[in-house]
């Protein structure tokens, strides 16, 4: 999914390089179509969050992108996020203080 928001930015003026990657994102997805997630009733309510960023990661604006990521019981994936920053900045630190502030 991240590389479907990833594509979404270029959408107003695509380019050959961004089609080619829809088209990935497409036949992943037609070959993943019988993949599921199985939540059996025992499943431990114990709660799993990890968050990163990079630093101007964009080379249009060079902002940076936050993602975050939640897991239910270890390893049943449960939220994911993925967003570019409002703010540029100016160093990978506070690009991570960002990520983990919104």
């Known amino acids: 999914m991240h590389a479907t928001c990833y594509c979404a930015r270029y959408q107003a003026q695509p380019t050959e390089k961004h089609l080619t990657t829809v ?3 497409f036949r992943y997805l037609k070959d993943t179509i019988h993949i599921g997630l199985w939540y059996p009733k ?35 994936l449960v939220s994911w996020s993925s967003k570019k920053q409002d ?15 919104t």
Do not use: N, P
């Open 23 to 25: 088209k990935w994102i």
């Open 87 to 101: 703010c540029t900045s100016m160093s990978s630190a506070v690009a991570e203080y960002v990520s983990l502030s």
């Open 42 to 76: 025992d499943t431990s309510f114990e709660l799993t969050a990890f968050s990163d960023s990079d630093h101007a990661g964009c080379l249009d604006s060079r902002k940076s992108t936050s993602g975050g990521i939640q897991f239910l019981g270890g390893d049943k």
